[in-house]
């Protein structure tokens, strides 16, 4: 496989992210509310005469947020479908380059983790759970019913 992987902390876990996926990693300050959205958009964000739509990587896996939020929030920018979006993570860590293609997920990992799941995939620092970008983006399975 020998794929670029990006490796961020979401509720204390390590996990990676295609970086062919992902445009930038960025730190956000202003973050505008959006009235009504959906509970895992945590907001409006501005980048570079971008708008970008703001997904709480917590709420979009079913997990409690942080009650105290930092001050800048650590993001990464995904473009999906035209629209660009960013994911806050709790931290990004590295770089990596992946060891093999991903292999099947033989844990129970809760619905949220499940649900986003590309697989188990080998790195020179040991396996890492691979997430779906787009997964992140759309949310949790409730919220993708039509009201």
């Known amino acids: 496989m020998n794929e670029l992987l990006l490796v961020v902390r979401i509720a204390g876990q390590r996990v990676a992210m ?14 505008i509310p959006v009235p009504r959205a959906a509970e895992h958009i945590a907001g409006l964000s501005a980048l570079r005469s971008r708008v970008l739509t703001v997904i709480c ?21 995904t473009e999906l479908d035209g629209h660009h979006y960013a994911l806050i993570v709790d931290g990004v860590e590295d770089v990596l380059e992946a060891i093999g293609d991903p292999e099947p997920v033989r844990a129970a990992m809760g619905e949220g983790w499940e649900r986003v799941s590309l ?9 890492l759970l691979l997430v779906d970008v787009a997964a992140l983006v759309t949310g949790p399975e409730t919220l993708r019913v039509a009201a």
Do not use: F, N
Not at 18 to 31: F, K, Q
Not at 119 to 127: I, K, P, Q, R, Y
């Open 18 to 31: 295609p970086a062919a996926r992902i445009e930038s990693v960025v730190e956000l300050d202003t973050l």
């Open 57 to 77: 990587c917590r709420r979009s896996l079913g997990l409690p947020v942080l009650e105290q939020q930092p001050e800048t929030l650590e993001a990464a920018v």
């Open 119 to 127: 697989g188990m995939v080998e790195t020179e620092e040991g396996a």
